[in-house]
């Protein structure tokens, strides 16, 4: 099991892909009788598109978000003398 704390990155991007799920939820629950929002879209496509807007917010959020810096294994040096 794992005993590093969970990374800046993941925290951001898995918060962003809730926030941007839920949103994308709540217009299509909005709009659910209107077609209008991917009338312009092929059936088979509509699904990918959708999808699209979570995983980009997701991968924003991770880009942008600071690397939390851990030490090397290396850095650690048990040898005296």
Known sequence: MATAPVER???A???AAY???TGLL???????GDARLVAGLPDWAAPF???IV???ITFASGWQAAHTPRPRADDT???EG
């Open 49 to 51: 598109v959708l999808a």
């Open 19 to 21: 926030l941007g799920s």
């Open 9 to 11: 990155k993941v925290t």
């Open 13 to 15: 991007a898995s918060a």
């Open 26 to 32: 709540a217009v299509l629950a909005a709009v659910q």
């Open 54 to 56: 979570p995983t980009l």
């Open 77 to 79: 040096d048990d040898r």
